[in-house]
């Protein structure tokens, strides 16, 4: 599937555990858009943070206004899930693993 990324996605979560994520409107933050920006069923990357150390940044599928954890790159877990326990922020960002950027002589490897 493809992924889709936009600007300034933030919401917040009070899920707690390890499944889907449920987004809440209520808890958008002023100047940002919602995840349903992105249309049901679509993919993207994500970070979730919950003060104080507990983060996760992976692929996740918007359906309905919740997100689906479906693959881990890093996390405070051993690059595993994480637990939450009902205060986080969700957003969309672009991780690291998956960047692509030019070294100091402009050179860019590609692999894969």
Do not use: C
């Not at 992976?58 to 637990?83: H, P, Q």
């Not at 205060?87 to 998956?98: D, L, M, N, Q, R």
Request: aromatic share 10%; net charge negative; no cysteine.
């Amino acid at each position: 599937m493809t992924i889709s990324i936009k600007d300034r996605i933030k919401q917040g979560t009070n899920t707690s555990g390890l499944g889907t994520v449920t987004l809440h409107i209520s808890y958008s933050a002023s100047g940002f858009q919602d995840f349903s920006v992105l249309g049901n069923g679509t993919e993207t990357y994500y970070a979730i943070e919950e003060a104080p150390s507990k983060w996760e940044v992976g692929i996740g599928t918007y359906n309905a206004g919740t997100l689906s954890r479906d693959t881990i790159f890093s996390s405070s877990n051993s690059n595993n899930k994480v637990s939450f326990g009902g205060s986080g922020t969700v957003f969309v960002t672009y991780p690291a693993e998956k960047a692509v950027f030019a070294d100091s002589e402009n050179n860019v490897n590609i692999t894969g």
